[in-house]
């Protein structure tokens, strides 16, 4: 998959892949995250990085709900570097959903992936994503799903 770097307008190779034990003492560190990421140490999470580098651009930690069909999008940020108009690489964040979709095809959940916002983000997965809203979550799924995985990944 490839992320833009804003600077150059050049496409970046990216891969996104377990993160390891000896990413969570990085992560804890990292003043670049906002969250408490060591608190989904026993969740299923994942990192986004250049294929050429080892820094982490970005976190996410999905919980895989079979019996509702679906993955539920736990916890997702971009690290602070890439977030704002002045950010150093763009796609970040849809890669990471776009993964999650591509693993709810292979799970065979359609597509179907959840996620909770309480924040102003919700609007942006809605206008930027494509997410529906289901009560207090937001969802995509078929579709929807596709589409990220062919503009994303």
Known sequence: ???LHRGTGKLVEAVIELVE???WKIIEKDKRFGFKWIKE????VHKIRLAVEKRILGLLSIEDIPKELRI???LIEVNSDDVGKQKDYENIAGCLIAFT???SFKNNYDGFVSLYSKTELKRLYREKYGFEELGMNLYTELSNSEDLIKKYL
Do not use: A, L, N
């Open 21 to 23: 034990e000896e990413d």
């Open 72 to 74: 539920h999008i736990r």
């Open 101 to 103: 979709c591509k693993q």
């Open 1 to 3: 998959m490839k992320i």
């Open 41 to 44: 140490k026993k969740q299923i």
